[in-house]
């Protein structure tokens, strides 16, 4: 089956402006989790949606956003770009649902965000 | 999904050897543990998981350890390869989190593994 997919695979932003990243998880998956990606502090949490509701969150400021559709698909959203913003950003889903072999998390090849 | 850790730790092996990663966790009340493997483009992918009640599981060509008493991870590979090259990761969790509904993985820093022909 197709995997989990993300786009854009790459993009540049300016500071101060805002950007939205869009993930489409393995059919029948229900959760989708974010993660920033960075050489300095690696892989960090971002959020976690499941059934169109923020499930757990992470440690980052407000402008890091989500949301999940009724299909599954989320989009996060970065308002008011950083420099510091620039990252991987890694979406997962997974069946979210805590049955058994539904941990594990499949990950999409992520969208490099570029922020000048 | 190419990992850019400019600072990772480096495991360079000769094909054919085993190679042992390490991973200190930091959360004691973590009790599921996974490793991932990234290639360069690509997203972490799962190679194994394993329980606090467990020491000891294995998988094909991989074993993974660990250690409660010292918060220690290692993940084993068995006959390296080529195709083993990536940066690897530990990641740790309760999976409270996981069964009552959540997921919400903690990396470790990765390691970049090296198979030199």
């Known amino acids: 089956k197709a995997g989990v997919t993300q786009t854009p695979r790459y993009l540049i932003k300016t500071r101060g402006q805002q950007v939205t990243l869009s993930c489409s998880p393995i059919s029948g998956h229900r959760s989708v989790s974010w993660y920033q990606q960075t050489p300095g502090q690696g892989l960090q949490f971002l959020f976690e949606?499941?059934?169109?509701?923020?499930?757990n969150k992470g440690n980052f400021p407000g402008r890091f956003s989500g949301r999940q559709f009724s299909n599954s698909r989320s989009e996060m959203n970065v308002s008011t770009l950083e420099l510091g913003d620039s990252a991987l950003y890694l979406c997962a889903s997974s069946h979210g649902t805590g049955e058994k072999g539904s941990y594990e998390q499949y990950f999409g090849p992520g969208t490099r965000l570029t922020v000048t | 999904g190419e990992s850019v850790g400019l600072h990772l730790p480096t495991l360079s092996v000769q094909e054919g050897d085993n190679s042992i990663i390490n991973c200190a966790y930091s959360?004691?009340?973590?009790?599921?543990f996974i490793w991932y493997k990234q290639e360069s483009g690509k997203g972490p992918q799962f190679i194994i998981d394993i329980r606090s009640n467990m020491d000891k599981r294995q998988g094909q060509r991989v074993t993974v350890l660990l250690n409660k008493t010292v918060k220690h991870l290692s993940l084993q590979i068995a006959a390296t390869q080529p195709g083993d090259s990536a940066v690897y990761f530990c990641a740790e969790t309760i999976r409270l989190i996981l069964t009552g509904g959540g997921n919400k993985l903690t990396f470790g820093t990765g390691t970049q593994l090296k198979v030199e022909l």
């Open positions: 949606y499941f059934s169109e509701t923020q499930r």
């Open positions: 959360n004691s009340a973590s009790d599921y």
